[in-house]
């Protein structure tokens, strides 16, 4: 007995259904189920012991371990074992096997069983197969292959129904001008010298020539009467050519067994079409001489044959062409003429076939065995030009990024994760090719972390890129190609440098993705995520100096899901959940002639792709069932602007309700008819569609970026309800909002663009200063509000790292040269930035945009950005450092309470530059004399000559600068890096200090000599 509570054997039907207000199961139906755990699968006793004593995911009550197994054979449900040692496909847990679906209205379907009853069918049972047309000697009928096969029958195919083309006339003309109108035709030559040849024209106006597969003729050759066969010895060959000139025929009254008459009028003959008046252009008929089909010589008493014909000709025939129907020519002699018992029947055996396109080339095959874009049944390769190189809409299946697998501990709870960047090839669409491309442990979108409120999320991050040609060896340039003016790849130049940022994670300096934090081929960089902060759906991406673009368009992305302890354990809030919460992680792709992604050389001014990409498919396809579904809407693009809204086949829209944006829930379910969302942005919303069934439902963005992108996914509504209870629109929980008045500081961030830089005429800026010059501290625990002025002519959505922030308000200004005054009346949020908090916010241009947040429980350097990746590549960003603001100016020490930041009397700012850093820094005076591990490839040659670098460590993993390393490197920011040692820095680099650095290095990759170094309170050493 199943009720809300859960699953309970009860003694009777009444006592479930009356005194639990259960749904009753059946008799001798227990709450056994399958439970899948890592190991495989077993049946339990209970949902609970599944899920918490054995750490797995239950499969329902009444569930087996068994599933459909595919063979040669057939199918069957077996256990996978079974199945796998019988060499077959293993189709998944407590899965069925189709069987026929009987109905008077659609015949006979393979269905499962419920699809089937659903439908109003008959099941047949599991494994079952459709029946079909059987030609025999007696005729047609609807027999199984196997029963036909037995009777020596044509099968037609599974579910064919004995389609036989009507005939129109038939005729045999002989060389001594008889013409014979029975049922039978006669061919060959007999022994005096006697020719007869049959004439058939049918009836083809009925068919269309996409619907059919192959056209065959059957031969009957049984004396209806007596059963003989029609001729003694092996029966002569003949062949079968298209009529090219229409004929007369009469009915013979002989019942089928005379020889025939002496020409009859309007009759065909030897000499006539029609005779007396319309002569053959040549005596025995007008016919093609190309072979259509072949009716070989078969042995007495054969009852039946099937001759293939040219389906091209019949095609033609089919699509309009002359029919005058088909004529066989005997071949050799043979004492008695051959005739048949009855007109040949025509037979059109119904289509399977398309056109499958599978790397350009087209193959006509079923379906089930296209794995490429198939065109549909009917569909030919020579109708094909060519196959095309651009994406085709809706042949892809919508499939929901895969929740990443700890190496220890449990996904959601205390766990640690190994994310490698790895060369892949990937399919954006089945109508391209894979291509080249970079997917986190191989997947695009990467594997979702879960996790939860106040549990530690470790993360090893490797940069694992290496040549998909020869995979033992790290990759020595970048996937796109590199502007090597701006920062990062100044330095670095090509090579695939990479950094990850948790886009709205609050945590250590060191761990939120700072652009210069990058990790080289065969790399690694750990992070720790402590989440005390509020449940959140959060991203991640690369954010790596002057590459950030073009990694995450190589394909680096994924979810980062945050839940409270009450979502995780107790599903409160209640809202759809499993397989009715769908994220769509939504960017954009350009493609080139080859199908191949695209990027311009050098920086965009702001890049948009042709092409809408949703979890990895360009224009992908997902059936859903009638009811509600929890949606995250991610705007993973690099620039465009999403405007979303979903849409029926028709235009209506379907409204909405948002639940949470991207920080935390509203507070009040806000309901909508279309959502803008710039990038980076998140929204979870609730959609209804229990009203739609049967109807296709759009993903439909009306945002006039150009190239236009309108529908991004489409979604087929089943007839088949699916969660229909009612969620939570109030209430929900969210953390307290910040009164303004707790503020100490306004803060002003003026965007706009540049002309000053060296690469390229258009560059971005913040407060027209370049990344490097930090001169913005925060105090920690102070409240702050920011104003981001905007004086660039288009929307500028902005981020900052380590905090939440509430969007309070915009007004209109008047920009005059750097400066700006408010020029306007106030403006209220859009509907969906209220009561909310966020970490992302659109700053519309010619408007200032107020947001307010408290900076606190993390110090050190944090980046300030915009979301649009070239922006951001391009130096729309800036650095603030968050303070512990107390000083003793003792002058001697850098205490506990101090940093270089906010005591820099007491507490050094160094250079970041240092021994080991993977860079030579000629700027900062490294040699190959004082430090050979970064100034000297691996194959030993020097990087610099007095001060200048050469081009032996640029690219390749490793990298040289003239320029000197910044000086941010601070005594009190709790990390023990770069110069910083126990004797200038003991309260970052004491003995006790458990702050180790969070980067490690595959020695197969470091130059040698190999020399220890200093620097780091984690031991590294000489290999």
Sequence with gaps: CVTDSGCSEVESEGFCTISLSGEYQGYLTTCDGACVTDSGCSEVESEGFCTISLSGEYQGYLTTCDGACVTDSGCSVESEGDCLSAGGDFNGYNTVCPGACVSDTFGCLLETEATCEGSGGTFQGQGTRCPGGCWTASGCSVESEADCEGAGGFYEGDGTLCREVPVLKRVTITDDNYTVGTDSLFWGTDGSGQTRRGLVQYDMSGVGASEYQSAVMIFDFTDTVDGATFFSGDSSPATIHRVRSDWGAFVDSGAGRVD?????????????????????LSNGGDFDSQVIGEVPSVPEGTEQIVVQLDKSVVDEMLAGGENFGFIVVGRGVNPTPVKTGGTPKLVLSPLTTGACCTDFECANVPEVACDGIFFGVGTFCDALTVCPREPVPWVDDLTVPSTAVPRYGEAGGNARYEFRVLSILHSLNRALSPIPMWGVNGEIPGPTIEAT???????????????????????????????????????????????????????????????????????????????????????????????????????????????????????????????????????????????????????????????????????????????????????????????????????????????????????????????????????????????????????????????????????????????????????????????????????????????????????????????????????????????????????????????????????????????????????????????????????????????????????????????????????????????????????????????????????????????????????????????????????????????????????????????????????????????????????????????????????????????????????????
């Design 260 to 280: 025939g008459q002496m020409e009859v009028e309007n009759a065909a003959s030897w000499r006539h079409a029609f005779y007396p008046d319309t002569d053959w």
């Design 453 to 1023: 409120q106040d549990l530690l999320v470790t993360v090893d991050f490797v940069n694992d890129l290496r040549r998909l040609d020869a995979p033992e060896e790290y990759i020595t340039s970048h996937l796109h190609t590199v502007m090597e003016c701006v920062k990062g790849p100044d330095t670095y130049g090509d090579a695939a440098r990479l950094s990850l940022r948790v886009h709205g994670i609050h945590t250590r300096a060191e761990y939120s993705g700072h652009p210069s934090r990058t990790i080289l081929p065969g790399q690694t960089y750990t992070y720790k995520f402590p989440n005390q902060q509020p449940a959140a759906t959060m991203w991640y991406h690369d954010a790596a100096q002057g590459l950030t673009r073009l990694n995450n368009y190589a394909g680096i992305g994924g979810f980062y899901h945050l839940m409270s302890a009450e979502e995780r354990y107790s599903n409160v809030p209640q809202f759809p959940s499993g397989e009715y919460y769908i994220p769509l992680f939504i960017s954009d792709v350009a493609l080139d002639e080859q199908g191949v992604p695209d990027y311009p050389d050098e920086i965009a001014y702001a890049f948009a792709g042709e092409f809408p990409v949703v979890n990895g498919k360009i224009w992908p396809k997902t059936e859903l069932k009638a009811g509600k579904y929890r949606f995250t809407l991610l705007n993973a693009a690099g620039k465009r602007p999403l405007a979303l809204s979903f849409r029926l086949e028709g235009g209506d829209v379907i409204p909405f309700h948002a639940i949470a944006a991207d920080q935390s829930y509203y507070s009040e379910a806000v309901l909508l008819e279309e959502l803008i969302v710039y990038p980076s942005e998140r929204y979870d919303v609730v959609v209804d569609f229990f009203h739609h069934r049967n109807r296709d439902v759009f993903l439909f963005n009306s945002d006039a970026t150009t190239p236009r992108i309108a529908e991004l996914v489409r979604f087929t509504i089943a007839d088949r309800s699916g969660f229909t209870a009612a969620f939570e629109k109030d209430g929900l929980p969210q953390p307290p909002f910040i009164d303004e008045l707790l503020s100490v500081r306004n803060r002003t961030w003026v965007l706009d663009e540049t002309s000053s830089g060296s690469c390229g005429a258009s560059e971005f800026s913040i407060n027209y200063q370049s990344f490097d010059e930090v001169e913005d501290v925060v105090c920690i625990g102070d409240v702050e509000v920011w104003e981001f002025a905007n004086a660039f002519g288009a929307v500028i959505p902005m981020h900052a790292h380590l905090v939440q922030f509430q969007v309070l308000e915009r007004f209109p200004v008047q920009f005059t040269d750097e400066t700006f005054e408010i020029d306007g009346a106030r403006l209220a949020p859009e509907p969906w930035e209220r009561d909310v908090w966020k970490d992302t916010v659109a700053c519309p241009p010619d408007q200032v945009t107020r947001v307010i947040a408290r900076f606190e429980d993390f110090t050190g350097p944090f980046v300030v950005d915009s979301p649009v990746m070239e922006y951001r590549d391009k130096d729309m960003k800036r650095q603030f450092v968050v303070s512990k603001c107390d000083c003793d100016y003792d002058g001697v020490r850098c205490d506990n309470t101090e940093d270089a930041w906010g005591c820099p009397s007491d507490c050094a700012l160094t250079s970041s530059a240092f021994c080991g850093d993977g860079i030579c820094q000629a700027g900062d005076g490294e040699t190959c004399g004082t430090c050979a591990r970064d100034c000297r490839n691996k194959e030993g040659m020097c990087c610099v000559s007095a001060g200048v670098c050469t081009a032996m460590c640029i690219g390749g993993g490793f990298a040289c600068t003239e320029v000197a390393a910044p000086v941010n490197v601070a005594c009190g920011d709790g990390l023990c890096e770069a110069r910083e040692t126990a004797a200038t820095c003991a309260v970052d680099c004491s003995a006790v200090s458990t702050n180790a650095s969070p980067y490690k290095s595959n020695p197969a990759q470091l130059p040698t000599p190999c020399h220890n170094v200093h620097g780091h309170s984690e031991s590294h050493h000489c290999v």
